[in-house]
C-alpha cells in the first residue's frame, strides 16, 4: 500500500510540475518518465527544451596550419558538458565562418576523446572554411552527467545538442545565420531529431543514420550482444513507457516536421547500421516530400572508410555550400 501511495504522489507530483511550466525554453529534466507529456517525446521537445548557458572557452587543444581547436564548456540541465570548437585559419567572413555542428555516432563514452574522436571530419570541414562544433554528449569524456537510466540517457542527447545550437550566437568568429549539421549512425538519429524540433538547420548530412523506431533503434544493437539483456531492456521499456508510447521517441515518425534539405549516404555492406533502416527512411521521406539527396555506396562498410569517405565529404561541404545564404 505504502508504494502505491507513494507512485500515486509521484505521478500528482510530475502533473503539477509540466502544468507549471512557461510555453517558452525552461531548464526541466530531460531525465525520461512514465507520465504523460514525456519530456524527450519530439512533440514534447517542440513545445519546450532546456536552453544552454555560461559557454565557456576553457583552452586551445591544438593548433594546426588549418584551423585551431579549442575545448569549449557550456550548461544544460544543471550538468556542464564539454564541445570541441574547430576554427578555420582563413579570412573572417564579415559575417563570420557558416557553423557546422557534428553529431558523433556511438562510441563508449569511456574511450571517447574530444579532440581525437572524429577529427579527420571535423578538420575537413574546418579546412574548407566551416565554424565546426563537435558536441561530448552528457557522460563523453570529461562531460558531466547523472546516470546510466538503464541505457536510455542517449534520448537527452538531442537535448544537449539543441542546447549548444543556442549558443552559436554567442560564438564570435560564428555566421548564426548559417548552421548545418552532420550526423553518423546514432548521431544521425540525433539530427533527425533535431530538425524536427527547430528550422534552424540549413541543411543537414546524415551518414548511415540509426532510423529505425524506437525501441529497436537501441534494442538492435543490445540484442547482437546480449540476446537475454535486450529482452530485460524490452520489458523495462515497456514498463516505463508502455508500447503506445514507444513511436513518441521515433524521429522516423515524425519527418513531415523537417523543413532542412537533406543529403544522405550510406554503405551497402554495412554491418552495423541496417541499410535497410535508409532505404525504409527513404520511403517515408518520398511519402512527405522532403527534399534529400542520396547516395548508395557499393560495398562500403559503416564509416564509408574503404574507398568513399573524402567523396562523401566532398559531397557534403559541395552540398552545404549550395544553402549558404548571404545576410
Known sequence: MKKILNYILLIFASLFLFTCLPAAKAETSSQPTDVE??????QSLRTSYPAGSELTIISTLQNTPTLTNKLISYKVEGLVLNALLSIPKQKKPASGFPVIILNHGHIDPKKYSTLNSYKYIADYFAANGFLVLKPDYRGHAQSETRSELHGLERLSYPIDVLALLSLVPEIAEA????????????GGQITLTVLEVTNQIKAASLWAAVSELFPESSLYF??????????QRSSQYTKMFGKDNFIKFSPSAYTHLIQTPLIIHHGTKDESVPYAWTVNLLKVL?????????????????????????????RDVEFFKKHITSN
Request: hydrophobic content about 30%; aromatic content about 18%; proline content about 2%.
Open 222 to 231: 543490445i540484442r547482437k550482444r546480449d540476446a537475454k539483456l535486450a529482452e
Open 286 to 314: 518520398d511519402k512527405n516530400n522532403i527534399d534529400y539527396t542520396f547516395y548508395s555506396y557499393e560495398n562500403e562498410n559503416h564509416n564509408l572508410s574503404k574507398y568513399s569517405f573524402y567523396t562523401a565529404l566532398k
Open 175 to 186: 555566421d548564426q545565420d548559417n548552421i548545418f549539421m552532420y550526423g553518423h549512425s546514432m
Open 37 to 42: 507529456n514525456n519530456p524527450l517525446w519530439i
